[in-house]
């Protein structure tokens, strides 16, 4: 070592030559893993070690009035103003004798490479008590910065990241005090907490499922901070400040460092209000279907019975145990194979069978008649699954009807009868009076009249004419009110419409109704009236016009209404239509308007 390089002497012994253990020391200090210099009372260095240097990036001259303070070529602030020499805090402490604990500043080197310094500096004294000079033991925490910068930037981007998560999340540190929490959890508390103050959870009021009230530090998330553990399983509500409840699901967990000590705890809440209304909602539900008298239950796509209500149960007789797993053939009768294929095939493809009438074979082999509903069951990504099938009991329907189709053609056989009967005794009393012109007439008549009854008849007992035209039906109708001597007496102008199923019956039941009126008290009472009947397919409706001109004059509208009015006016509600009278001097006008898709042709 030369004589010049006094790095490492005591300040007292700088201007003497250092002796051999005055150079073991110095080696020691070189070897020192920090950095450090010391200066004279005026600031000037006179001695610093290698890791100086190292961050200097440079060596000064020591005792060099121009080398004050410290070896940077220049110094910085933290925040990247320039720190004039004169204000180091080496120059701080050397003014006032204050140590420095902890201060940041920033070195730039000679190739403009800049680090960032923490110092700290103590005073030395003589035994006077005056200032000799200061030792400052500096270091680099360059990259320490960089790190908490990362880590303070990684968890700013995580709050960011969980404030807009829709999930509601807290955090505590670990004496519970809440440090952060996200929007979603502020809307389900309905207020907001204030951080480093409200405790355990920043809900207004807590309780149990039950109603009993649940205080903060009792609550799952005071527990795992307490037992240091995660807590699960445990329901919570929350009430808000405006009085409204919200049922939640906890998940509190404790958070450790790297060394094991508790720092805090996250927790996420699951507001549960949508799933218990849903599990209510699918409660009532499951108590609807099994209370039902209706036989409900559904298959998988390969027909396999997956439910069975206890209506399935008292229309088939097999139990729920005994169905279910089973293949929904057992209830399909012999003669039918093909028929449960087929509608499963329409429910792949997303269709719905409504009200199919059918034939279903229960465990003791009686054949029972059904009104059969399928409809497709969709999974929760929308795909179909399978089917429901819903099954009444129509067997009593049906044996009402065979009897009343058997009283209706009784009733049919005994009228045909009838009008036979008065046909024969108009003929034979015509013969004997002479009058064969009369009979003829009034012969022609009742047959006309027995025409139309049968085929009105007919129409309402479900056999025989299904389906005929408007135009037939309003003929057969009117048929008995021509004469031959006034042929137009009633005039018909429409397109020839086809006409089937109820609106059969509907509109020859109204027709009948609106002539047997006007033979009584409109047109068809007097010699010179007439009757027009207009029809036409005005978009998606069917209109009929009646319109009668020459009967007698109308004074004003009945005063009440009598059967025949109050069936057409029933009539019509079942067709779907309307019908508007209107009473004018000159005759009676009524325009009657129906869906077309209800002629059921």
């Known amino acids: 070592m030369s004589s010049s390089d006094v790095t490492s002497l005591p300040l007292s012994q700088v201007e003497r030559e250092p002796t051999d253990s005055w150079l073991d020391i110095e080696r020691l200090l070189d070897l020192f893993p920090g950095a450090f210099y010391i200066c004279d009372h005026e600031g000037r260095i006179v001695r610093y070690n290698q890791g100086a240097a190292d961050l200097w990036g440079r060596r000064p001259r020591l005792n060099d009035p121009s080398e004050r303070f410290g070896g940077a070529v220049r110094l910085y602030r933290p925040d990247g103003s320039l720190l004039p020499h004169g204000q180091h805090p080496m120059a701080e402490t050397l003014r006032t004798g204050a140590p420095v604990r902890n201060a940041e500043i920033v070195i730039e080197r000679p190739d403009r490479t800049r680090i960032l310094a923490l110092v700290n500096i103590n005073p030395l004294f003589n035994a006077a008590g005056a200032i000799t000079g200061a030792i400052n033991c500096f270091r680099d925490i360059t990259e320490h910065r960089q790190q908490q910068e990362q880590v303070y930037n990684e968890a700013l981007r995580s709050h960011e990241l969980l404030s807009l998560l829709p999930a509601a999340i807290y955090m505590t540190d670990a004496q519970g005090r809440i440090t952060f929490y996200n929007e979603a959890a502020a809307n389900l508390w309905g207020c907001r907490p204030e951080l480093g103050k409200s405790e355990f959870c920043g809900s207004w009021k807590l309780f149990w499922p039950d109603g009993t009230p649940l205080p903060h530090d009792e609550c799952p998330m005071a527990m795992a901070l307490k037992e240091k553990r995660p807590i699960r399983g445990l329901d919570a509500v929350a009430e808000r400040p405006d009085g409204t409840r919200v049922p939640f699901l906890p998940y509190p967990t404790p958070l450790f460092d790297a060394s094991g000590h508790l720092v805090g705890a996250v927790n996420v809440l699951v507001d549960m209000t949508e799933r218990l209304h849903a599990e209510e909602a699918a409660r009532r539900l499951a108590l609807?279907?099994?209370?039902?008298?209706?036989?409900?239950?559904?298959?998988?796509?390969?027909?396999?019975?997956?439910?069975?209500?206890?209506?399935?149960?008292?229309?088939?007789?097999?139990?729920?145990?005994?169905?279910?797993?089973?293949?929904?053939?057992?209830?399909?009768?012999?003669?039918?194979?093909?028929?449960?294929?087929?509608?499963?095939?329409?429910?792949?493809?997303?269709?719905?069978?409504?009200?199919?009438?059918?034939?279903?074979?229960?465990?003791?082999?009686?054949?029972?008649?059904?009104?059969?509903?399928?409809?497709?069951?969709?999974?929760?990504?929308?795909?179909?699954?399978?089917?429901?099938?819903?099954?009444?009991?129509?067997?009593?329907?049906?044996?009402?009807?065979?009897?009343?189709?058997?009283?209706?053609?009784?009733?049919?056989?005994?009228?045909?009868?009838?009008?036979?009967?008065?046909?024969?005794?108009?003929?034979?009393?015509?013969?004997?009076?002479?009058?064969?012109?009369?009979?003829?007439?009034?012969?022609?008549?009742?047959?006309?009249?027995?025409?139309?009854?049968?085929?009105?008849?007919?129409?309402?007992?479900?056999?025989?004419?299904?389906?005929?035209?408007?135009?037939?039906?309003?003929?057969?109708?009117?048929?008995?009110?021509?004469?031959?001597?006034?042929?137009?007496?009633?005039?018909?102008?429409?397109?020839?419409?086809?006409?089937?199923?109820?609106a059969l019956t509907g509109i020859a039941l109204l027709m009948h109704e609106f002539a047997t009126n006007a033979a009584k008290y409109g047109a068809l009472s007097s010699p010179t009236g007439r009757v027009t009947i207009r029809w036409a397919l005005d978009g998606d409706r069917v209109t009929i016009l009646w319109r009668e001109h020459g009967g007698p004059p109308i004074q004003h509208p009945p005063a009440e209404e009598g059967f025949g009015s109050s069936l057409a006016r029933s009539t019509v509600r079942q067709l779907g239509g309307a019908l508007a009278r209107e009473w004018s001097r000159e005759g009676l006008v009524m325009r009657l308007s129906i869906p077309a898709e209800r002629l059921g042709a």
């Open 288 to 502: 609807i279907v099994e209370s039902s008298d209706d036989a409900i239950i559904s298959t998988d796509l390969d027909g396999i019975v997956t439910s069975w209500n206890g209506g399935a149960e008292r229309l088939y007789g097999y139990t729920a145990a005994e169905a279910i797993g089973r293949p929904v053939m057992i209830l399909i009768p012999d003669d039918r194979p093909d028929e449960e294929p087929s509608i499963l095939e329409r429910i792949r493809r997303g269709e719905r069978v409504d009200h199919y009438e059918t034939v279903r074979r229960c465990k003791d082999g009686r054949l029972v008649d059904v009104s059969l509903t399928v409809s497709p069951i969709h999974d929760g990504a929308g795909r179909i699954i399978g089917a429901s099938k819903i099954a009444r009991n129509i067997t009593d329907r049906r044996q009402a009807e065979e009897q009343q189709a058997l009283l209706l053609r009784e009733m049919n056989h005994r009228i045909k009868n009838l009008f036979a009967l008065a046909i024969g005794i108009v003929s034979l009393s015509g013969r004997a009076a002479g009058a064969e012109t009369v009979t003829d007439a009034i012969r022609e008549r009742l047959a006309a009249l027995a025409r139309a009854h049968e085929l009105t008849l007919h129409a309402a007992a479900g056999d025989g004419m299904r389906s005929t035209t408007l135009r037939a039906l309003i003929e057969a109708i009117l048929e008995p009110y021509r004469e031959a001597s006034a042929p137009g007496r009633l005039a018909l102008d429409g397109t020839d419409l086809p006409i089937g199923g109820p």
